[in-house]
């Protein structure tokens, strides 16, 4: 069992986190909504990335809200987020091509929504998340990729060129 105080503290923690954050670079919950929505706004009009969208989300109003927890989690330590994002991404007909197009477009995303700091800041969140997705997805169609490579279109891996 848990002392009484550890849940307190944990909170105490997350909020002080949450502080300094937005302290720094200005990340608050309303940046996090600004970007998700403008971000998943341009993957919805996307060619390469919004089929793959459509065919698997119908009632974007969820998925916004599930996408803004997430962020909040992962730049404010705020604990909204509780998904498993490997199981949703896992069956997907993705690739390394897929996700550097996701970093392209998140990344002009955050830097025109996002003051420079802040962006920064989310960008190299998103660089973090999208290698440890593309990795996890190789992993799970059986391809265990070594430093350098990248998950293929046909699921074998391909070493990543410069």
């Known amino acids: 069992m848990k002392p009484p105080n550890e849940i307190p503290d944990r909170l105490e923690r997350r909020v002080a986190y949450a502080a300094e ?10 940046m996090i909504r600004r970007l998700v929505h403008a971000f998943y706004d341009r993957v919805r009009a996307d060619g390469l990335l919004g089929p793959i969208f459509s065919a698997r989300i119908g009632d974007w109003t969820p ?61 190299a969140k998103a660089e973090a998340i999208a290698q440890s997705l593309e990795r996890g997805v190789a992993l799970s169609k059986g391809v265990d990729l070594e430093p350098g490579e990248r998950l293929h279109a046909g699921s074998g891996p391909v070493t990543q060129a410069g």
């Open 63 to 123: 998925h916004l809200e599930r996408m803004c927890a997430f962020w909040s989690s992962v730049m404010l330590m705020s604990g909204r987020y509780h998904g498993r994002p490997m199981p949703a991404h896992a069956p997907l007909p993705i690739a390394a091509e897929h996700f550097d197009h996701w970093l392209a477009l998140f990344a002009a995303t955050a830097r025109e929504t996002c003051p420079p700091t802040a962006a920064a800041q989310f960008v």
């Open 21 to 30: 954050v937005q302290a720094a670079t200005g990340i608050d919950e309303m």
